[in-house]
């Protein structure tokens, strides 16, 4: 029905419920009396009164009867026909004309504004990650950039996400869910509904509400993007979450065990596995190889100022997002100020051991250089984990990694010293820009930290 509409213009009057059928039916049967009438004029005329030699002509005497009816109906239906599309033509240009007025109307506003700035005193941000970091760092964030923007993973396949993946066929909806309710405006208490787990007792099992709406959204919208959108404007959610491709991806891994070095290491396939993986992990891909980035995200990272590489899981979060192509290249060639931001604790599972240069090869490993020209890092490394979580501060050293910029900073939170605190990591950042920017950015990235 669309392409029709496409190609014809003049059936958007025959669309359904728009009150339109009715009188075109009416006015065809009013021109159709109209015709009659004047039909039995002429013919009474033409056969009563003498007209000129000409006439026999015009009126095609010297053909058949049915075949000059049929010529004079093909000749006025081809008149109406297109009369009424370029009737439809103009009256549909009249609109575009108001709406491209009102386009343009904005778009001048926005040039009024200094390059960079989403509204006045603004910074583009584009974060890049998925998980509890990057919910952490958007919540720090929310209230200092003029136009942030999340890309997040979509590999996820565990959990109530993975439920959904493989029951509905849609993008897992957990760390975009994270991302809603770090960015949403709306009443505490709707954001706690949000984040809602049901229990074990019940048929819900594992699903949070937030999951089950970004579901049912999809199914009114008919398409994911659309659906977290749709979820953001209810959470009055200050900024925008984009997945980083809009392909069903599954992230893969080589492991060696770690107490037999020399074996040959083992394949994973899925983030939870990978996650939960007792071995070193070596590289992760995704399968299907060569997927499309979203272009949405891919403009948003061409556009960007400052783009934020994590926190989050390295092998699980952060990198695979790089892995595609389109997402890779778009943050390779931003003119934007680059920052990864390396973990203030490592992962069992992942990055045991792991320093904070060791988490830069890693990424440099996987995506080459020039994703990033500088490297966040914590320095107050002086906390006591939990013995059972298996985790250590990750040690500020760096060396050996030339090409990168290291910058210290106390990023703990005090009560969760195995997070970054949100205020903490957004100031540092913040003034990390006003730094690596230049003299033309000081003074706007100075105004944004005191917003924090």
Not at 84 to 110: C, F, I, K, T
Not at 149 to 172: C, F, I, K, Q, W
Not at 247 to 274: F, H, K, N, W
Request: hydrophobic residues 45%; aromatic residues 6%.
């Amino acid at each position: 029905m669309r392409t029709l509409l496409r190609r014809w213009p003049g059936l958007k009057w025959l669309y359904p419920g728009i009150g339109v059928k009715r009188w075109v039916g009416l006015l065809a049967a009013g021109i159709c009396a109209l015709s009659l009438g004047m039909a039995y004029l002429l013919v009474m005329v033409y056969r009563q009164a003498p007209l000129p030699e000409v006439a026999y002509y015009l009126t095609l005497q010297f053909l058949p009867r049915h075949t000059r009816a049929l010529l004079f109906l093909g000749g006025g239906l081809g008149l109406v026909g297109l009369a009424l599309y370029h009737l439809n033509r103009s009256l549909l240009s009249l609109l575009l004309l108001a709406r491209s007025s009102e386009a343009a109307a904005d778009a001048g506003a926005a040039r009024d504004l200094p390059k960079g700035d989403a509204r006045e005193g603004g910074v583009r941000i584009v974060a890049i990650g998925g998980g509890h970091g990057l919910s952490t760092l958007l919540r720090g964030l929310k209230g200092g950039a003029g136009e942030l923007t999340a890309v997040v993973t979509v590999a996820d396949d565990g959990g109530s996400s993975g439920v959904l993946r493989r029951e509905m066929g849609m993008l897992p909806p957990g760390d975009l869910r994270d991302c809603i309710a770090a960015l949403a405006d709306a009443e505490p208490l709707m954001a706690q509904l949000f984040q809602y787990r049901f229990g074990r007792d019940s048929v819900l099992d594992g699903h949070s509400f937030g999951n089950l709406l970004i579901a049912a959204m999809t199914g009114i919208t008919g398409d994911f993007e659309s659906a977290v959108s749709a979820v953001g404007r209810v959470l009055a959610v200050r900024g925008r979450i984009l997945p980083s491709c809009l392909a069903s991806v599954t992230l893969c891994a080589e492991v060696r065990d770690r107490s037999e070095p020399d074996r040959d290491p083992y394949l994973l396939s899925g983030q939870s596995r990978i996650t939960r993986a007792s071995g070193r992990i070596e590289r992760v891909w995704l399968q299907p190889d060569g997927v499309r980035g979203y272009p949405e995200a891919i403009r948003a990272i061409l556009q960007a100022d400052l783009i934020v590489l994590g926190p989050g899981s390295l092998y699980t979060s952060v990198i695979p997002n790089l892995l595609i192509g389109d997402i890779r290249e778009a943050v390779r060639v931003s003119r934007a100020v680059k920052v990864y931001v390396c973990n203030v604790a490592t992962e069992r599972d992942e990055t045991a051991g792991f320093t904070a240069g060791d988490h830069l090869r890693v990424l440099h490993e996987h995506i080459g250089r020039g994703v990033c020209e500088c490297m966040l890092v914590n320095a107050n490394t002086g906390f006591c984990l939990p013995e059972h979580s298996g985790s250590t501060m990750v040690a500020p050293d760096a060396d050996g990694l030339e090409g990168c910029e290291v910058a210290l900073a106390d990023l703990v939170d005090r009560q969760l010293p195995w997070r970054h605190d949100p205020r903490r990591l957004a100031e540092a950042l913040l003034d990390l820009y006003a730094r690596l920017a230049g003299d033309g950015w000081a003074a706007d990235a100075e105004a944004l930290a005191r917003n924090v």
